[in-house]
């Protein structure tokens, strides 16, 4: 049964926290929660993950597919969130790295907010619906 690796994630855990209980200094260890219950969510994250590592535009597109399925199929599961959220800052990122102004994103990197800016800018840049890295967000 597939539901099992998320067993085994709880078993092995919990022997770690038990091992380390006595080690950790008057504090309690927090429960273990599991990020999903799905487990085709959270292959699909994985597979994101996989992809935006690469760090090519077809890989981020990839990626950006992966979360979006996994956001399908579990709309609380919040890594799938974060991942869709780096994606498309990497896609912001490599656009400007494309037009020759890595000035801009080393100044916006620094700033606060500056990876927001970078996501605006993402999505308003380009043909409307779609770029280099796929479909846009809605």
Request: with cysteine; aromatic share 8%; glycine share 8%.
């Amino acid at each position: 049964d597939n539901q099992d690796i998320f067993d085994i994630q709880d078993e092995i855990s919990a022997a770690i926290v038990t091992e380390l209980r006595g080690k950790l200094v008057g504090q309690a260890a927090p429960p273990a929660r599991r990020p999903t219950r799905n487990l085709e969510a959270y292959m699909l994250y994985l597979q994101g993950r996989y992809h935006w590592n690469q760090r090519t535009p077809e890989a981020v597109r990839k990626a950006i597919e992966h979360y979006r399925q996994a956001r399908a199929l579990d709309p609380e599961f919040a890594p799938a969130h974060c991942g869709l959220a780096d994606a498309f800052l990497a896609a912001g990122c490599r656009r400007l790295h494309d037009r020759g102004q890595s000035g801009w994103l080393q100044l916006l990197l620094l700033v606060p907010c500056g990876n927001i800016v970078l996501l605006i800018f993402w999505i308003m840049e380009g043909t409307p619906g779609e770029n280099a890295y796929g479909p846009q967000p809605a």
